[in-house]
């Protein structure tokens, strides 16, 4: 009569890849809009169950490399293999049907929706009944809405935003904005969870919230995350794994205190004269 | 020796029979079984237990920590916000003969290490991680403490220790225990029935404002009586409901809703989170509840602002029928006569805004509410009260386990805490201190007999430590701190909180601190609020930069002239307080802050901190002088330290004659 879902229903979609294994592998890829080459011949991995960081100065490529990762983008060379397949070419909602997720620098949320209808958003990639059944709302459909709803719950309870359910989500600060949309995120019930920059423009106490629930979606949901951050003390204490971009090039990779100590880093970092 | 008092007093034993609290956990498992008991707000929704299922629960976990080695007379720390399990742990250690202690769950870990260690805690249940992350931080400094318990698994999983159980699992136990031997529920049973009402059924730790906290220990027939008596005093019944909200460490969760909750048999209801309060009472709309004055405040304060947003359509109606309320809503609350017409006004202004107002507050189903803690404003007070809301006053304290005294349905004022509450006895001393002798009085405190004969009079009266004095009406009146009632030089009474509280019921007025012990009058510091203030500035045209331009500008002067004229006028009406209204005052150019270590982290000033830092202030106030420079150091929110100088404006305000009511202008010496 109290049914309280134990942390284990949590765990991620299952796709029979064994953690620490390769889960999404970037090979040499290139990207470039017109003459301007904003990624060039770019390799890493991520690894099932890590938290890897893409870090680099403004304009290293950051951004595109996440959107070629999650479809947005097809690079002109180089192939991206997820979870055993290749693939070249594809949209961001096939993306999401592979089961990955992502977030944005700029929130992205419906403003005018409340903080449960945001998230429920994010669960409508999983929903199986038409739209027609969801417009009638009754029978199958009503009851697929309330196992969904239960899902949604379980992820207002996990972000603690329980105060602002009904709450619509341009009323809301900044900071429980980002965390309404890796609410959303994680409807979708992602094997691999994209962040970009989930810690822009956050005061203090905001990244530590941040950073907990990173760190306990990573472990508690077993999801791989992938992020992009500007905030080295973040990087260095969250990540498994960094690779960091320079100009589109990949310039280290490896774990945080190797690439913390890696002379073309530091350069890249403090501007040396290329 | 609590005993031995108790007998003298022959005070009335009404509920013999039932002298502790899991006893009445069995009748109301026999005769409200399928009533609701307790209601938790989880994953978005109401989850429910019975009387008959709520025994179920606490029988489990009572046999678990048998199965964990409980014995009678261990002590159980309870740590968390409001959780069905807490409460439950509550009696299940009970049912036990041992002794619950709950702690406050925002305390830091030292405080809460002293206070472990000084109850001699075996086990701690705690509600989640980052009580046991706290409890973990010290648990090798407290000898006594062998386990943990926790309620929520949320990030314990990688806790490796034997010493941490799940709640779940220690129910599991217990319930295993059952199977293997059904007997043991029985025994369990036969225990609680044959328990003895002097036990002690609670150890309540004082906030610890005043020094180190204190265990107040309350005997388990004491604490059932003062229930009863209030319980029958309100006339609650199986049938009310209340939202458990407040800290589960304080006497006053712990009587309103356990204490009160077991002897009348009604349900408790605990919030999702605290954030949620407001969403969760309008869910709920309890029938009895309590606030202390700055709930109601915010209340008023997020209502008038949503109004000013209104159109003008609603602008009219509220502004019509809060004027048709304040007129007829108190006398039809308190069943006075009151003209047809006014009637028929305020049945439509039910349907056009107390219903729904009340209805979006959470109130609509309020039989009885309660404020305390604090002085409430007359205004603040009367608009829930005329729209139809019988809130009422009470004064009490962990010592007395809560009621000394209480309104009555009908005599009902804002300046008085009330009559004496049912078997109370209540006296004033010679110095004007308020001291009492009750049903729920206390035993004594854990392990400081001299702290105990400290707070008691050698007749057995408990010392409240607070000043006041029988209104003509026979209610009760609080004026302060007993130790901060001072005299000024022609021997009047100087109180200082009495003054500064007037003072702060305008909304232009933020904070006040009065001075005059052993002056020649009373004077006054105030800050102003700059929320009211800034926006009347803005509607007024009146251009600032900063808290200290504007608490500088003549227009706010002239503005806080009349506020303290207005409170001199109130004080000149009460003959106790008449010869202590305030002569001069001064807006300070900087807020007291709790960085700055003028207020304490519960937003109370520091007398005697801001005495020692604004000295040359204080002097300007008493040589005549029209202003002062100061230069003030200052820390600012970031941790680094400036200082902001400014020169200070000093002015004169009215006297009013203690007789007649027209001021009396005083020259300035």
């Known amino acids: 009569m109290n049914p309280r879902p134990?942390?284990?229903?949590?765990?991620?979609?299952?796709?029979?890849?064994?953690?620490?294994?390769?889960?999404?592998k970037v090979d040499n890829v290139s990207l470039s809009f017109g003459g301007v080459k904003a990624i060039t011949d770019i390799s890493f991995d991520i690894r099932k169950g890590e938290i890897r960081a893409i870090i680099g100065p403004n304009g290293a490529g950051k951004t595109s490399m996440l959107n070629v990762i999650n479809g947005f983008y097809t690079p002109q060379v180089g192939t991206i293999t997820f979870r055993g397949e290749e693939r070249r070419a594809m949209k961001p909602h096939h993306a999401v049907r592979q089961g990955i997720a992502r977030t944005f620098q700029n929130v992205a949320l419906f403003q005018g929706m409340t903080t449960l209808e945001n998230i429920m958003a994010g669960r409508s990639v999983l929903m199986k009944r038409n739209?027609?059944?969801?417009?009638?709302?009754?029978?199958?459909?009503?009851?697929?809405?309330?196992?969904?709803?239960?899902?949604?719950?379980?992820?207002?309870?996990?972000?603690?935003?329980?105060?602002?359910?009904?709450?619509?989500?341009?009323?809301?600060p900044y900071g429980l904005q980002k965390r309404v949309e890796l609410g959303r995120a994680l409807a979708m019930?992602?094997?691999?969870?994209?962040?970009?920059?989930?810690?822009?423009?956050?005061?203090?106490?905001?990244?530590?919230?941040?950073?907990?629930?990173i760190i306990d979606v990573n472990q508690q949901r077993g999801t791989t995350i992938a992020l992009i951050e500007h905030d080295m003390g973040v990087v260095m204490d969250l990540s498994d794994r960094v690779v960091v971009l320079d100009y589109g090039k990949k310039i280290a990779d490896g774990e945080p205190d190797v690439v913390k100590n890696d002379q073309a880093v530091i350069d890249a970092y403090l501007g040396v004269a290329h | 020796m609590s005993a031995s008092i108790w007998r003298r007093n022959g005070l009335a034993h009404t509920a013999t029979a039932l002298d502790t609290f899991p006893k009445y956990l069995l009748r109301n498992a026999e005769q409200f079984g399928s009533r609701p008991a307790m209601r938790h707000k989880?994953?978005?929704?109401?989850?429910?237990?019975?009387?008959?299922?709520?025994?179920?629960?606490?029988?489990?976990?009572?046999?678990?920590?048998?199965?964990?080695?409980?014995?009678?007379?261990?002590?159980?720390?309870?740590?968390?916000?409001?959780?069905?399990?807490?409460?439950?742990?509550?009696?299940?250690?009970?049912?036990?003969?041992?002794?619950?202690?709950?702690?406050?769950a925002d305390a830091v870990a030292e405080e809460m290490a002293y206070v472990l260690d000084h109850a001699g805690v075996r086990f701690a249940v705690a509600q989640d991680q980052e009580q046991v992350d706290k409890l973990l931080s010290f648990a090798d400094q407290i000898p006594a403490l062998t386990d943990i318990i926790y309620d929520e698994k949320r990030g314990l999983r990688d806790y490796r220790s034997e010493a941490l159980h799940d709640f779940e699992e220690v129910q599991a136990k217990g319930r295993a225990l059952i199977e293997r031997d059904p007997s043991a529920a029985k025994n369990w049973e036969d225990g609680v029935r044959s328990a003895s009402g002097d036990d002690v059924s609670v150890m309540l730790y004082t906030s610890g404002t005043t020094g180190r906290s204190k265990g107040v220990m309350i005997r388990a027939a004491s604490a059932v009586q003062a229930a009863f008596d209030t319980v029958k005093f309100d006339n609650l019944t199986e049938r009310d409901s209340v939202l458990a909200y407040l800290p589960l460490a304080w006497v006053g969760d712990h009587y309103l809703n356990y204490a009160q909750g077991y002897v009348a048999g009604f349900c408790m209801n605990c919030p999702e989170s605290q954030q949620t309060v407001p969403q969760d009472l309008r869910e709920i709309g309890p029938t009895f509840y309590f606030a202390p004055p700055r709930v109601f405040e915010g209340l008023l304060t997020s209502v008038t602002i949503r109004m000013e947003d209104a159109g003008r359509f609603k602008k009219w109606i509220f502004r019509t029928f809060t004027e048709v309320a304040r007129k007829y809503g108190e006398a039809i609350l308190e069943k006075r006569p009151v003209p047809l017409a006014g009637r028929l006004a305020y049945a439509l202004g039910e349907i056009l805004l107390y219903g729904p107002l009340k209805n979006v507050l959470g109130l609509s189903k309020i039989r009885v509410a309660y404020t305390a803690g604090e002085a409430i404003g007359a205004d603040l007070f009367s608009f829930f009260r005329s729209l139809g809301i019988n809130l009422k006053q009470l004064y009490g304290q962990t010592e007395a386990f809560l009621y000394v005294t209480c309104q009555k349905d009908g005599e009902v004022r804002s300046d008085t805490v009330g009559l004496p509450a049912p078997n109370v006895?209540?006296?004033?001393?010679?110095?004007?201190?308020?001291?009492?002798?009750?049903?729920?009085?206390?035993?004594?405190?854990y392990k400081e007999p001299e702290k105990t004969a400290e707070a008691m009079t050698p007749d057995g009266y408990v010392k409240t430590g607070d000043a006041g004095f029988f209104d003509t009406d026979g209610q009760l009146k609080i004026i302060d701190r007993a130790k901060d009632v001072g005299k000024l030089c022609d021997g009047s009474l100087f109180a200082p909180k009495y003054i500064e509280n007037t003072l702060k019921f305008f909304p232009n007025i933020k904070e006040a601190v009065a001075f005059g012990d052993g002056r020649d009058f009373a004077a006054v510091f105030i800050n102003i609020d700059l929320t009211a203030v800034g926006n009347w500035a803005e509607r007024n045209n009146i251009a600032y930069a900063s808290y200290q331009e504007l608490a500088g500008h003549p227009r706010v002067y002239e503005m806080i002239a009349r506020n303290v004229d207005e409170t001199n006028r109130r004080l000149s009406q009460e003959p106790a307080m008449a010869g202590a209204q305030i002569r001069r005052f001064l807006i300070l150019h900087k807020e007291l802050d709790a960085d700055d270590g003028e207020l304490t982290r519960t937003q109370k000033v520091r007398r005697s901190f801001?005495?020692?830092?604004?000295?040359?202030?204080?002097?300007?106030?008493?040589?005549?002088?029209?202003?002062?420079?100061?230069?003030?150091e200052v820390t600012f929110e970031d941790g680094r330290k400036g200082r902001i100088s400014a020169t200070v404006k000093i002015a004169e305000a009215n006297i009013y004659g203690s007789a007649h009511a027209s001021p009396v202008r005083e020259a300035a010496e």
Do not use: C
């Open chain 1, 6 to 24: 134990s942390p284990a229903q949590f765990a991620g979609a299952d796709d029979g890849i064994a953690k620490g294994d390769v889960l999404l």
């Open chain 1, 189 to 213: 019930e992602p094997s691999l969870l994209l962040l970009d920059e989930p810690m822009a423009g956050m005061n203090l106490e905001e990244k530590e919230d941040m950073s907990r629930f």
């Open chain 1, 131 to 172: 739209i027609f059944w969801q417009m009638l709302w009754h029978g199958p459909a009503l009851k697929e809405e309330i196992e969904h709803r239960e899902k949604v719950e379980e992820i207002i309870d996990f972000l603690e935003i329980e105060h602002i359910r009904r709450t619509p989500v341009g009323k809301l």
């Open chain 2, 42 to 104: 989880d994953y978005g929704i109401w989850q429910t237990w019975t009387w008959r299922q709520q025994l179920d629960e606490i029988r489990a976990f009572a046999l678990g920590l048998l199965e964990l080695g409980f014995e009678r007379g261990d002590k159980v720390a309870v740590v968390g916000a409001n959780r069905p399990r807490l409460y439950w742990t509550f009696t299940a250690v009970q049912s036990l003969g041992g002794i619950p202690v709950p702690v406050y």
């Open chain 2, 425 to 445: 006895d209540i006296r004033i001393s010679e110095g004007g201190e308020v001291q009492f002798r009750s049903p729920g009085m206390f035993v004594g405190y």
């Open chain 2, 610 to 632: 801001i005495a020692e830092r604004y000295g040359e202030l204080i002097e300007a106030l008493y040589d005549g002088s029209s202003e002062k420079f100061v230069s003030t």
